[in-house]
């Protein structure tokens, strides 16, 4: 009788596999006014991507750091991080650690408790490999592109504005983009 191996491995070799950050970005977008999207993103951040024999054998954990949002706007930036929204002292995080990864070829689903603060929530990633290649002189990258959406509610985040006001100045969901680019490590 033949086994069937039921077991699903990307097509990358096993080990821990560096964050590429020149490369790398994590964006976000929130409705602002029900009218237009604020888009931004953050500057620092640090991934631990472990690559395993199978796709039950391989872990994602990433930490990004608050205070390193940028959209475009000093004031806006420091408004968000302010106790009105973010409050930074607060959250001076958000920290994603994965609990299951699923998918085959080019698609994936990666499942994750995100923290923020204090608050821990489960989400899903939408994760798609955009391609392995070769770079001359160096290890091969493996780019990938995820999105997920959050509800800032969700992790306690609400803003100090007047009563009927808040629910229109900033929307509750949070729409997260990330494209990573992984560097292989070495044999």
């Known amino acids: 009788m033949t086994t069937i191996p039921t077991t699903v491995s990307l097509p990358l070799r096993p080990g821990r596999w560096a964050?590429?950050?020149?490369?790398?970005?994590?964006?976000?977008?929130?409705?602002?006014?029900?009218?237009?999207?604020?888009?931004?993103?953050?500057?620092?951040?640090?991934?631990?991507?472990?690559?395993?024999e199978t796709l039950d054998t391989t872990a994602v954990t990433a930490t990004v750091d608050m205070a390193s949002i940028d959209t475009a706007n000093a004031d806006r930036d420091a408004h968000v991080l302010s106790p009105d929204i973010i409050d930074v002292a607060k959250r001076p995080t958000m920290v994603f650690r994965s609990t299951r990864i699923a998918g085959a070829g080019s698609e994936y689903q990666i499942d994750g408790d995100l923290t923020i603060g204090d608050i821990t929530r489960p989400i899903v990633l939408a994760v798609e490999l955009g391609g392995?290649?070769?770079?001359?002189?160096?290890?091969?990258?493996?780019?990938?592109?995820?999105?997920?959406?959050?509800?800032?509610?969700?992790?306690?985040?609400?803003i100090a504005m007047p009563p009927g006001i808040s629910a229109v100045a900033l929307g509750d969901v949070v729409k997260v983009e990330l494209d990573l680019q992984l560097l292989e490590p070495a044999s």
Do not use: C, M, W
């Open 132 to 158: 392995i290649e070769n770079f001359p002189g160096g290890p091969r990258h493996a780019g990938f592109e995820a999105t997920t959406e959050i509800r800032r509610k969700d992790f306690g985040i609400d």
């Open 19 to 52: 964050v590429d950050t020149n490369h790398s970005s994590i964006g976000f977008a929130i409705r602002h006014l029900s009218v237009s999207k604020v888009r931004g993103r953050f500057t620092r951040f640090e991934a631990d991507v472990v690559i395993g």
